[in-house]
């Protein structure tokens, strides 16, 4: 996922919009990380990262109700207690 033009806009002091910007950016690279290890449950979590981050530079708000239909869909459910 491309950053966004919000996020090429940010000023030049840190701030929410800049650190969300950031972190996508990272996103890819943790997610070849984590499929270079061969973990399919990080994979999942950073893609559905990414595309949460991506909905909030969006402005779409979260949906907090989906949480627990993610962890129970989850590669890893199960695996943590």
């Known amino acids: 996922m491309q ?3 919000l996020c090429a806009a ?4 840190p701030n929410r919009w800049e650190t969300l910007c950031a972190l996508q950016s990272l996103l ?3 997610k070849k ?3 270079d290890l061969d973990r399919p ?3 999942y979590w ?3 990262t990414d595309a949460e981050i991506a909905n ?3 402005g779409r708000p979260s949906d907090t109700a989906a949480i ?3 962890i129970a869909s989850s590669p890893a459910n199960g695996l943590c207690a």
């Open 3 to 5: 950053p966004s033009a």
């Open 10 to 13: 940010a000023g030049s002091s």
């Open 28 to 30: 890819p690279l943790l």
């Open 33 to 35: 990380a984590a499929a």
């Open 41 to 43: 449950d990080m994979v």
């Open 46 to 48: 950073f893609a559905q």
């Open 56 to 58: 909030i530079i969006r």
């Open 68 to 70: 627990p239909a993610l």
